[in-house]
């Protein structure tokens, strides 16, 4: 995706995260699919305002952001945000397949995805929306 389609899609996981709030229990499962997709949606589209993923390039997949961010090292805090995705995958192994059947965990899962949007701001700070 181009950098101005990660900040469109931003919008839009915000939006649906919002509807889904109401009922952290019910929706547990789309809120933690949607906490996955939007912070990997927020980590490319840090990696291409920094010009360390070129928009011509398949961005890079939710499984595969932690391997990539403790290898290649593209941000100052490539080790927070690969912690972040990390526990971002557990807790959707832990919602979706039912051992975790709580609205705490799915409230984990929002933090995360704010930790993610904090470091992912900075880069994207002047890039035009």
Not at 60 to 83: D, M, S
């Amino acid at each position: 995706m181009k950098l101005s389609e990660h900040l469109k899609a931003r919008e839009e996981f915000g939006h649906s995260l919002r509807k889904l709030r109401d009922d952290l229990f019910v929706n547990r499962r789309m809120i933690v699919e949607t906490c996955v997709l939007a912070a990997a949606n927020l980590t490319n589209a840090a990696l291409h305002a920094k010009g360390a993923l070129p928009e011509a390039s398949s961005d890079i997949k939710h499984n595969r952001l932690f391997g990539h961010l403790t290898r290649e090292k593209p941000v100052e805090e490539h080790e927070e945000l690969a912690r972040c995705h990390q526990e971002l995958e557990s807790l959707k192994y832990s919602i979706t397949h039912g051992i975790t059947r709580d609205g705490e965990k799915t409230l984990e899962a929002i933090a995360t995805l704010e930790r993610v949007e904090k470091i992912v701001d900075k880069y994207l700070e002047g890039v035009k929306r």
